[in-house]
């Protein structure tokens, strides 16, 4: 290079004016003052509200039709357990404030047969689907071919409707020609109708709802015991666990809170029982198999009793948010306690 060139060229920058903003240290750097701060934050908290209103306005379709289909039948109903409903030709009228819907209802002795049965019932059946939907999870969890197709053949009797389902259990029941009958009868010696007698009826119905629904509690577990941890597990192999006691010492307090959610599940559906007995037994023999949805059912829409059949359906609604909640404080305070330890 020439001396001419060199000075066409400039002088030399400085290594100093090179650095970028990156190469400057952090404490080098000036720091933002206490009002930038404060004007930043106001930025950002405008913007997160401007989000807000847009996620609002985004959603409020599907709210009000929440609102519409849900919220709303459940305060209109709890407003008609409080209030004298009078039927007229035109429909009825609310007039006046009033308890006795409520001190008739609790105080039936048919109130509380049904609320025995619903209850019974319910626990013994979300018993049973728990235990059997977790063995069916642990054998798909282990299938590497057909897994697949085995989910999909096991959620067809969850996906068929509940009438249906019932309508087919009902010809297997059938004491003249259900298949039941025709399995049982030679060995009792007689036509064998499981719908008869009240235990019968209560067991049968509990091994059809059982059928159906044990895909959905499997469903779930298996989804959580996709989600465990290996490491966990091969950590107790190394250190010599069998697989018995992996399940109860590893697997099932891991399991915990996907148990939880398929159990807060099936209570809310089991306790809603009404499909299943109107069309298997429609509440009989007598009254044995009623449970509280057909009891609702049956003084509102056939006895035309609206504010005691309001009270029912409000009484059930209450039970049933008061076991989830008392069902969901136990388990907080369980999980809470082994997390201490």
Aim: aromatic share 10%; hydrophobic share 50%; charged share 15%.
């Amino acid at each position: 290079m020439t001396t001419d060139d060199s000075q066409a060229a400039g002088p030399p920058t400085p290594p100093s004016a090179t650095l970028t903003e990156d190469a400057v240290p952090a404490s080098a750097r000036p720091r933002a003052t206490a009002g930038q701060r404060t004007r930043q934050r106001r930025k950002t908290s405008v913007l997160e509200r401007r989000y807000a209103r847009l996620g609002w306005l985004f959603a409020s379709p599907a709210l009000l039709v929440v609102a519409a289909v849900t919220i709303f039948p459940i305060v209109f109903s709890v407003v008609m357990s409080l209030s004298n409903v009078n039927v007229t030709a035109n429909g009825f009228q609310l007039s006046g404030f009033t308890g006795s819907n409520f001190s008739l209802v609790v105080g039936s002795p048919r109130w509380q047969h049904d609320l025995w049965f619903t209850v019974v019932y319910t626990v013994g059946t979300v018993a049973v689907e728990m235990v059997l939907g977790t063995a069916i999870a642990l054998v798909l969890e282990r299938l590497k071919v057909g897994r697949g197709w085995l989910m999909a053949l096991l959620l067809l009797p969850w996906a068929m409707i509940t009438v249906v389902s019932a309508e087919l259990w009902s010809y297997l029941y059938n004491g003249v020609y259900g298949l039941v009958d025709q399995i049982l009868a030679p060995i009792a010696g007689h036509d064998v109708n499981l719908l008869g007698t009240p235990v019968d009826a209560t067991v049968a119905m509990g091994v059809a709802d059982v059928w159906k629904t044990t895909p959905f509690v499997a469903i779930i577990v298996l989804a959580g015991l996709v989600m465990l941890p290996g490491d966990v597990v091969e950590a107790a192999r190394i250190d010599g666990a069998n697989a018995w006691t992996i399940f109860w010492r590893v697997r099932l307090p891991l399991l915990r809170p996907t148990l939880a959610i398929a159990v807060m599940f099936r209570i809310l559906q089991a306790f809603g029982l009404f499909d299943l007995p109107f069309v298997l037994t429609q509440g009989g023999p007598g009254t044995s198999t009623e449970s509280l949805a057909m009891l609702g059912w049956r003084v509102m829409f056939q006895d035309l009793k609206f504010g005691p059949g309001a009270a029912v359906a409000t009484t059930t609604a209450a039970i049933v948010l008061v076991g989830c909640l008392l069902f969901l404080k136990v388990f907080r305070a369980q999980v809470g306690q082994e997390e201490t330890v």
